[in-house]
């Protein structure tokens, strides 16, 4: 169990790592960065690369933006075998939907309980 | 400046060069290996964070794979939206850059904050309608982009 | 002469007022405030309205302390860097003084005192009132990030002031009086390509140094004629890019006489980056510490030039370069003012 943890910790550090890089050196607006993670995700998802990354530093590839990407990827794929054509559609939201349900659940209750603070 | 086709003459494309290069002289670059240290070791840590609940969920929750990664996910959504609340996420952010903006956790702080931040212009078309600001532009090309795996994917299977 | 008015009538700079948020009362001129504010929302419910607040509260403090009522102020020129200066306006309807508004992102101190000087020099009205107001948490909102979105500050970035300032103008010879402005030099918008939102010091910095050099060569002064040449928010790197430019055009500055106060009105432990700006910045700095230095006598005549970057979200979004401008006004101390002082 010590040994997935380091594996996650090594890729998870790598590649926020790589996003720094980037801020740094091309002054890339972190949305800019984040768009390019997921659509990253999506595309080494599709060609087969990022499975096998997942498959081996587990959260370390799963929690950074990219593994969203891989997870739509991987969402659409199984819809499409399940359903069909129409999978396309309703996969990658499927397979993501917990994250960005709670992002938004969460959000708008954080919204109604606290207040920004002035820095 | 009307002309689209207009090129800035050689003399005041002398004095563009000349002012750039002065203010990527005068202007003081970020610490290149603090920054990437700060974003790895954090971003790293987060995502040991993550891997520590997919094996809880799976060693004591009883969850398949799919439910302990779920599992990971909401509980990370769900810290840092109390983190965003506290007001600690955006030293954090401050502190570690994109070891905080690249994991999951900082899709969450990107929808919170901005939740949090236009609450005063009312629940619809503040809070309800600025969730997104930041973190839409992410769905969008994420989505959109595993559409487009998908169709290719339902046309010619691999 | 382009852009140089000399005042004939020599307007008088009569009082200043300078209200100023919690983080700028800890900067090392926390005490030549007027009032430190230590509730960033000044006891109201959103930013936009604490702002609204801070500049009510330092015209208010303004016309008092100058011992004269609303009433006998004729005209109040102010903005701020909010969308449509709804601080100013805003604060306005509850002044009552008749208004004009004005928008030189953060030059609008110097626009306002450079109009207010020479409607008061020609004769038009008695007494104005200038002010300007900037609050970080308003301003963050509108043109960078939600205050609790983690995102990383760059060296280059500056600190938004919160706070606002204001100057009351006048003819009248029975009001005491701190310092008489004898010229203006109306800026004009300069570009040099800048791009960077987060580099305003060096998007301005251009404009500051032609102000300067035209305000120089119509004036037939040098550097060395001035006990104090004040910028407004050029911060680090738009400070140590002024004095180059200066030095590129031949007329060098003199370090030790020419301060900038974004640098003073913060203190580098603060962790603000390049330093401080906004419409706010220059108008406590020059409403509190530097009116008081002239008070004082310790600096007999300065040039306060207050410099602005006229972008907005959209035009940063579509790519445009960032215009820059700054307006000059050149104020003497009052031992020298005509009438009762």
């Given at each position: 169990?010590?040994?997935?943890?380091?594996?996650?910790?090594?890729?998870?550090g790598?590649?926020?790592?790589?996003?720094?890089?980037?801020?740094l050196?091309?002054?890339?607006?972190?949305?800019?960065?984040?768009?390019?993670?997921?659509?990253?995700?999506?595309?080494?998802?599709a060609?087969?690369?990022?499975?096998?990354?997942?498959?081996?530093a587990?959260?370390g590839?799963?929690?950074?933006?990219?593994?969203?990407?891989?997870?739509?990827?991987?969402?659409?794929?199984?819809?499409?075998?399940?359903?069909?054509?129409?999978?396309?559609?309703?996969?990658?939201?499927?397979?993501?939907?917990?994250?960005?349900?709670?992002?938004?659940?969460?959000?708008?209750?954080?919204?109604?309980?606290?207040?920004?603070?002035?820095k | 400046?009307?002309?689209?086709?207009?090129?800035?003459?050689?003399?005041?494309?002398?004095?563009?060069?000349?002012?750039?290069?002065?203010?990527?002289?005068?202007?003081?670059?970020?610490?290149?290996?603090?920054?990437?240290?700060?974003?790895?070791w954090?971003?790293?840590?987060?995502?040991?964070?993550?891997?520590?609940?997919q094996?809880?969920?799976?060693?004591?929750?009883?969850?398949?794979?799919?439910?302990?990664?779920?599992?990971?996910?909401?509980?990370l959504?769900?810290?840092?939206?109390?983190?965003?609340?506290?007001?600690?996420?955006?030293?954090?952010?401050?502190?570690a850059?994109?070891?905080?903006?690249?994991?999951?956790?900082?899709?969450?702080?990107?929808?919170?904050?901005?939740?949090?931040?236009?609450?005063?212009?009312?629940?619809?078309?503040?809070?309800?309608a600025?969730l997104?600001?930041?973190?839409?532009?992410?769905?969008?090309w994420?989505?959109?982009?595993?559409?487009?795996?998908?169709?290719?994917?339902?046309?010619?299977?691999? | 002469?382009?852009?140089?008015?000399e005042?004939?009538?020599?307007?008088?700079?009569?009082?200043?007022?300078a209200?100023?948020?919690?983080?700028?009362?800890?900067?090392?001129?926390?005490?030549?405030?007027?009032?430190?504010?230590?509730?960033?929302?000044?006891?109201?419910?959103?930013w936009?309205?604490?702002?609204?607040?801070?500049f009510?509260?330092?015209?208010?403090?303004c016309?008092?302390?100058?011992?004269?009522?609303?009433?006998?102020?004729?005209?109040?020129?102010?903005?701020?860097?909010?969308?449509?200066?709804?601080?100013?306006?805003?604060?306005?309807?509850?002044?009552?003084?008749?208004?004009?508004?004005?928008?030189?992102?953060?030059?609008?101190?110097?626009?306002?005192?450079?109009?207010?000087?020479?409607?008061?020099?020609?004769?038009?009205?008695?007494?104005?009132?200038?002010?300007?107001?900037?609050?970080?948490?308003s301003?963050?909102?509108?043109?960078?990030?939600?205050?609790?979105?983690?995102?990383?500050?760059?060296?280059?970035?500056?600190?938004?002031?919160?706070?606002s300032?204001a100057?009351?103008?006048?003819?009248?010879?029975?009001?005491?009086?701190?310092?008489?402005?004898?010229?203006?030099?109306?800026?004009?918008?300069?570009?040099?390509?800048?791009?960077?939102?987060?580099?305003?010091?060096?998007?301005?910095?251009?404009?500051?140094?032609?102000?300067l050099?035209?305000?120089?060569?119509?004036?037939?002064?040098?550097?060395?004629?001035?006990?104090?040449?004040?910028?407004?928010?050029?911060?680090?790197?738009?400070?140590?890019?002024?004095?180059?430019?200066?030095?590129?055009?031949?007329?060098?500055?003199?370090?030790?006489?020419?301060?900038?106060?974004?640098l003073?009105?913060?203190?580098?432990g603060?962790?603000?980056?390049?330093?401080?700006?906004?419409?706010?910045?220059?108008?406590?700095?020059?409403?509190?510490?530097?009116?008081?230095?002239?008070?004082r006598?310790?600096?007999?005549?300065?040039?306060?030039?207050?410099?602005?970057?006229?972008?907005?979200?959209?035009?940063?979004q579509?790519?445009?370069?960032?215009?820059?401008?700054?307006?000059?006004?050149?104020l003497?101390?009052?031992?020298?003012?005509?009438?009762?002082?």
């Open positions: 169990m010590l040994w997935s943890f380091v594996k996650a910790f090594a890729l998870g790598a590649l926020c790592a790589i996003g720094e890089f980037l801020v050196k091309t002054k890339l607006t972190p949305a800019r960065i984040l768009v390019g993670y997921i659509v990253a995700g999506v595309i080494l998802s060609t087969g690369l990022y499975g096998p990354l997942a498959e081996f587990g959260a590839a799963t929690v950074p933006l990219t593994g969203f990407g891989h997870a739509l990827t991987n969402g659409v794929k199984k819809a499409v075998q399940e359903i069909g054509f129409m999978g396309a559609f309703t996969g990658g939201l499927t397979s993501t939907a917990a994250g960005i349900a709670a992002a938004v659940f969460f959000g708008a209750l954080a919204a109604m309980v606290f207040k920004p603070r002035p | 400046m009307f002309d689209k086709n207009a090129k800035p003459s050689p003399r005041r494309q002398q004095q563009l060069d000349r002012y750039k290069q002065l203010v990527e002289r005068m202007s003081p670059n970020s610490d290149m290996g603090k920054g990437l240290l700060r974003a790895f954090v971003g790293g840590t987060i995502c040991t964070l993550g891997q520590a609940l094996e809880i969920g799976k060693a004591w929750l009883g969850m398949n794979n799919t439910a302990a990664s779920t599992f990971c996910s909401t509980v959504v769900f810290l840092t939206a109390l983190l965003t609340g506290l007001g600690v996420w955006d030293k954090i952010g401050q502190y850059g994109a070891g905080a903006f690249v994991p999951i956790s900082g899709f969450a702080n990107a929808m919170v904050s901005p939740a949090m931040e236009f609450r005063r212009e009312g629940l619809v078309l503040g809070l309800g600025k997104f600001t930041i973190a839409g532009p992410v769905l969008v994420g989505v959109s982009a595993s559409v487009i795996v998908g169709i290719i994917y339902a046309i010619w299977p691999w | 002469m382009q852009g140089t008015i005042l004939l009538r020599r307007p008088r700079l009569c009082m200043g007022a209200i100023a948020g919690k983080k700028e009362g800890e900067g090392p001129l926390g005490t030549g405030y007027d009032q430190v504010i230590e509730d960033d929302l000044f006891g109201e419910e959103s936009e309205k604490a702002e609204c607040r801070f009510y509260t330092a015209c208010d403090t016309i008092r302390k100058a011992g004269l009522t609303r009433e006998q102020v004729d005209v109040l020129l102010g903005g701020d860097l909010l969308n449509q200066i709804t601080s100013a306006s805003m604060a306005a309807r509850e002044l009552k003084i008749p208004f004009l508004g004005l928008y030189g992102a953060c030059s609008t101190m110097a626009e306002g005192l450079c109009i207010a000087a020479m409607l008061v020099d020609a004769g038009h009205v008695r007494t104005a009132l200038c002010a300007a107001s900037s609050h970080f948490c301003a963050e909102r509108q043109y960078r990030f939600p205050l609790e979105y983690g995102n990383q500050r760059t060296p280059t970035a500056q600190w938004t002031v919160t706070g300032g100057s009351l103008i006048s003819s009248d010879e029975s009001l005491p009086a701190i310092a008489q402005c004898t010229h203006v030099t109306i800026g004009r918008v300069t570009d040099l390509g800048v791009a960077d939102a987060n580099n305003m010091g060096a998007a301005m910095a251009p404009a500051a140094a032609d102000t050099a035209r305000h120089f060569r119509d004036t037939h002064r040098t550097p060395g004629d001035y006990d104090l040449i004040i910028t407004g928010d050029l911060g680090q790197v738009g400070h140590d890019i002024l004095l180059e430019l200066m030095r590129q055009r031949g007329v060098p500055l003199i370090t030790e006489r020419y301060i900038d106060c974004g003073e009105v913060f203190s580098p603060q962790d603000v980056h390049a330093g401080g700006s906004g419409c706010g910045c220059s108008a406590i700095v020059l409403n509190s510490h530097i009116l008081e230095r002239i008070r006598g310790e600096v007999h005549r300065v040039l306060f030039m207050a410099t602005g970057a006229l972008l907005s979200t959209t035009t940063s579509q790519g445009e370069t960032i215009p820059g401008i700054a307006h000059a006004i050149v003497e101390g009052c031992s020298a003012c005509s009438g009762a002082s």
